[in-house]
């Protein structure tokens, strides 16, 4: 695992973290602990900069979707900006593009006003006990 760190920029009450050119399973815990230790710090937006990421694998969607679960159950709203095709196409194929909002640019990203964007998780609590983010689903 790496010990690089995701840089963070604070705009107000908006954090704005970059992440790295690749994600995947030997950097994406790292990843998830960066983008949950921001969110626990209590910002009214998490703008997730992917501007640079060239490769997302699983192992990262499942670090980004454990932030965005923990960001609905602390109220906070959650944006990611992706250029590549490459990560807008593993995105959209996991269904995360749907769930979370997609931006060309980290500005584009921070002048979006509205209250959330995408859409709470089915059968997601607002609750969570889980200190990942993690809730059980109903089966």
């Known amino acids: 695992m790496s010990d690089e760190h995701s840089p963070v920029l604070w705009v107000g009450q908006v954090a704005v973290a970059s992440l790295p050119v690749e994600i995947d399973l030997a950097n994406a815990g790292q990843v998830r602990e960066d983008l949950l230790s921001v969110l626990n710090r209590g910002p009214a937006a998490l703008v997730v900069d992917m501007s640079r990421t060239t490769f997302c694998d699983s192992a990262g969607v499942n670090a980004l979707v454990r932030a965005y679960k923990r960001a609905c159950a602390s109220g906070a709203r959650m944006r990611l900006v992706v250029a590549t095709p490459a990560v807008q196409r593993v995105l ?9 909002g997609l931006y060309p640019s980290v500005a584009a990203a921070l002048a979006d006003q509205s ?16 200190p990942d983010g993690w809730a059980p689903q109903p089966s």
Not at 115 to 130: C, E, F, I, M, W
Request: net charge neutral; hydrophobic share 30%; no cysteine.
């Open 115 to 130: 209250p959330r964007s995408g859409k709470p998780l089915p059968g997601h609590a607002s609750t969570q006990t889980d």
């Open 92 to 100: 959209a194929i996991t269904g995360v593009d749907s769930l979370i």
